[in-house]
C-alpha cells in the first residue's frame, strides 16, 4: 500500500473357478449399495458429482491430508468408490497424493480459482464503486489466497484530492490491517466493521466488515483513508457494500 496522492482396489471374482456373470453382476451390485455408480443414469451421475464436491471440500478442510479410508468414512461410501472419485479427479488435477499417499488439492484447484477471481472483481465493482464515493476513501474488496489476503478489486474515489492508492494484488498477513481482521472476524460469523490504524502503512485508516454468505469465499470489504474515519458512518457503508457483494456474487 502506498500513502501517495494519487488407483482402486482389484477384485477376486474373476480369478476364482465358476465365477461367471453372476458372481459378477453381485460384485457390481455390491460396488453400487458403497457408493458407486452405474454409468448413463442421470440420478447416480448427479450423485458422484455431488461426492466428488464434498471429497473436494473434505480435503480442503484437512490441512494434514486425508486417507482413503478416512475420505471413505466421512462420506458414508466404500472405499473402492473413493478410489474412483479420486482417479477421475486426480486425472484433472484436482487431486493429489503426497509421499504418505494423503490426498491433497491438486494445482488444478488453483488453476481454476485464478480464472474465478476476474469474475468476482466484476460482481464487486458496482459496490465498491458506490463505496468509494459515499466514503471518500479507496475501496476494496480483499480474498483470501495462500493463507494472505490479497486485494482483488480497489475503486478510488473521484471527488477527493488526495486518496490511498491501494495496489491490486498487494498481499499482506491476516492478522494485519482491517481488511485481515475483518475476515478472521467472519470465520466466527461476527459481520461488524472493525477499524484499524497504521498497521499496514504508517498514517493509513482502515475499516472493514467480511462477505459472509457465499459458499467456499471468504473475503471481506473496506476502505483505507489518509485521515482517521468516523467508525459508525464509514461502518455502516462498508457492511451495506459487504451485503451487496454478498448478493451479487451467491
Known amino acids: 500500500m502506498e500513502t501517495t496522492a494519487r488407483s482402486g482396489e482389484p477384485g477376486d471374482a474373476a480369478a476364482r473357478p465358476g465365477a461367471g456373470a453372476t458372481e459378477r453382476l453381485g460384485v457390481g451390485a455390491t460396488d453400487r449399495a458403497a457408493g ?4 448413463g443414469r442421470p440420478g447416480e451421475t448427479a450423485q458422484t458429482l455431488d461426492r466428488g464436491l464434498r471429497l473436494l471440500h473434505l480435503v480442503a478442510d484437512a490441512p494434514a491430508g486425508l486417507t482413503v479410508t478416512e475420505a471413505a468414512n466421512r ?12 482417479g477421475a479427479l ?24 485464478r480464472r474465478a477471481q476476474p469474475l468476482l472483481a466484476e460482481g464487486a465493482l458496482p459496490a465498491l464503486r458506490r463505496l468509494a464515493e ?8 480483499t480474498v ?14 473521484s471527488w477527493t484530492s488526495f486518496h ?6 498487494a498481499r499482506h498477513p491476516l492478522e494485519r490491517g482491517a481488511a485481515g481482521r475483518a475476515i478472521l472476524a467472519g470465520r466466527s460469523g461476527a459481520a461488524g466493521p472493525v477499524s484499524t490504524s497504521g498497521e499496514l502503512q504508517s498514517g493509513a485508516y482502515g475499516v472493514a466488515a467480511p462477505v459472509l454468505g457465499v459458499p ?24 451495506a457494500a459487504a451485503e451487496a457483494i454478498a448478493a451479487a456474487l451467491s
Open 164 to 169: 490511498v492508492a491501494y495496489r491490486t494484488g
Open 36 to 39: 458407486g455408480e452405474a454409468a
Open 90 to 113: 486426480t486425472g484433472h488435477g484436482m487431486l493429489r497424493r503426497d509421499g504418505d499417499g494423503r490426498l491433497r488439492l491438486g494445482a488444478g484447484v488453483l488453476h481454476l480459482a
Open 75 to 86: 462420506l458414508g461410501i466404500g472405499r473402492a468408490a473413493v478410489y474412483r472419485l479420486v
Open 216 to 239: 467456499g469465499l471468504e473475503a471481506s470489504v473496506g476502505v483505507v483513508a489518509l485521515a482517521p474515519l468516523d467508525v459508525a458512518t464509514v461502518g455502516a457503508q462498508v457492511e
Open 144 to 157: 483470501v489466497e495462500g493463507g494472505e489476503g490479497v486485494a482483488l478489486a480497489v475503486v478510488e474515489p
Open 134 to 141: 459515499q466514503a471518500g476513501a479507496t475501496a476494496h474488496l
